[in-house]
């Protein structure tokens, strides 16, 4: 008999295709950290400030890439996937998700894009696929989605995908400037998801 648990890996730790984009799975690699880090490397740091990915915000070399790669691919081990967005053939962005047996919920984690796609609704097409996976073949009970309380772009986005504001976890983010700032929760329901 199959678990929960081997259920989200199967369907979840594949190459997705949506209308645009490509989600893939890259390990990390040498060769996978340097096609991470081409795609980040003239990034302004500024634009990242809502999606650390390293102490102090985007990653200042190959070797941090790498390393950032291996953090999350450990941190993924057991009930995790990381996903990294291509279009075009060319990489874009990140997600990863976790899945929490206990109360069969799906949890859309770190997220980040490059600038130059931003504006194009690639989140809401990545959200759209994923929960439908998730609602209608994992059979969860919610999805979990969560941004910084300043990062209005996301906020606005998980607004209005139709998720609920549970709460505010007040100064929780270290910004890269030393600033702190708060971290907002939101959900979505089985029931809120068979309604839209």
């Known amino acids: 008999m199959t678990t929960q648990i081997e259920k989200f890996f199967e369907l979840f730790k594949r190459d997705i295709k949506t209308a645009r984009l490509e989600l893939r799975i890259l390990g990390p690699t040498l060769e996978n950290a340097e096609l991470v880090w081409n795609a980040l490397k003239n990034e302004k740091l500024d634009d990242f400030k809502y999606a650390p990915m390293v102490d102090g915000g985007l990653p200042k070399s190959l070797d941090e890439t790498f390393a950032m790669m291996q953090r999350q691919d450990k941190w993924c ?115 809120e998801y068979k309604k839209l």
């Open 77 to 191: 081990k057991s009930n995790g996937v990381n996903f990294y967005v291509f279009h075009d053939g060319k990489l874009v962005g990140y997600q990863r998700i976790f899945y929490w047996e206990s109360n069969k919920t799906l949890q859309f984690a770190d997220v980040w894009f490059v600038k130059s796609v931003w504006g194009n609704g690639f989140s809401k097409e990545i959200h759209e696929v994923l929960e439908k996976i998730a609602f209608e073949e994992l059979k969860v009970h919610r999805t979990t989605r969560q941004c910084m309380a300043g990062n209005i772009r996301s906020k606005n986005s998980i607004i209005n995908a139709g998720y609920h504001l549970d709460g505010i976890m007040r100064d929780t983010n270290l910004l890269p400037d030393g600033t702190w700032m708060d971290h907002l929760c939101f959900t979505k329901l089985e029931s």
